[in-house]
């Protein structure tokens, strides 16, 4: 079956410990891309990654950082986690690139920073 | 910059009611638009598209227009059902930009019996 898989889901962590959400996917895309979902903000994007070893910035990165070693994982890392950082986290894959509109999602990942 | 705009919610509607929810966009050329639906535990999926000036996408009874000189892509469905209850996302692809997608804010859908 075609999927995104996170995890974990659910994570109750305190500030300061660093922490690292996976992302896999199982349908060779080369793009992927991680969003977070906020009330009333919709989903922001963090991190994205066109291909293998090919990564940039999206419009919230600060607080994170993403690695794309091989096509099907693309992890999100948080070093020092803090409060603000509580929120959905989404991965997302598509083919090529994000401008098709077809995205793939995980079921997200609900972080709490203490 | 390219931005979405999705009217507030909850929409709370009766089983069989018509749904419409609102989504204008702000963009410059021409993007693609799409609706993408969330449903409770669940990660977007994709729930209908158009590309172009005055093409419909259409699914599972939802229907939505790109329209160009308004500016908008409203959602629509003639007869919802509780299962229909749902986030709904309307979001946009610059055309000269391949690395993502602009999304709303969503709009929470509540379809009782």
């Known amino acids: 079956e075609a999927q995104v898989t996170q995890n974990p889901r659910y994570l109750i962590t305190v500030t300061g410990k660093k922490l690292t959400v996976t992302c896999s996917q199982n349908?060779?895309?080369?793009?992927m891309s991680w969003y977070r979902q906020d009330p009333g903000l919709g989903l922001r994007q963090i991190y994205y990654?066109?291909?293998?070893?090919?990564?940039d910035k999206g419009d919230v990165p600060e607080g994170y950082k993403v690695s794309r070693k091989e096509k099907r994982n693309f992890p999100l890392i948080l070093e020092s986690p803090s409060p603000n950082q509580t929120s959905l986290y989404f991965c997302?894959?598509?083919?090529?690139?994000?401008?098709?509109?077809?995205?793939?999602f995980g079921e997200g990942s609900r972080l709490t920073v203490l | 910059g390219n931005s979405v705009t999705q009217m507030e919610g909850p929409v709370t509607l009766s089983e069989e009611a018509f749904l419409t929810i609102n989504c204008t966009y702000t963009?410059?050329?021409?993007?693609?638009l799409f609706w993408y639906v969330q449903y409770p535990g669940e990660g977007l999926q994709l729930l209908l598209k158009?590309?172009?000036?005055?093409d419909k996408g259409s699914n599972k009874g939802f229907e939505a227009t790109y329209r160009k000189e308004t500016t908008s892509f409203h959602l629509e469905k003639g007869s919802v059902q509780v299962s229909d209850s749902a986030v709904y996302f309307c979001?946009?692809?610059?055309?000269?930009?391949?690395?993502?997608?602009?999304f709303g804010s969503g709009t929470r859908l509540l379809v009782r019996p």
């Open positions: 997302a894959s598509s083919l090529r690139g994000a401008n098709t509109g077809e995205l793939f």
């Open positions: 349908m060779n895309h080369e793009y």
């Open positions: 990654s066109m291909n293998v070893e090919v990564t």
């Open positions: 963009a410059t050329g021409y993007p693609s």
């Open positions: 158009a590309t172009k000036a005055d």
């Open positions: 979001a946009l692809s610059d055309r000269d930009s391949s690395y993502k997608l602009i």
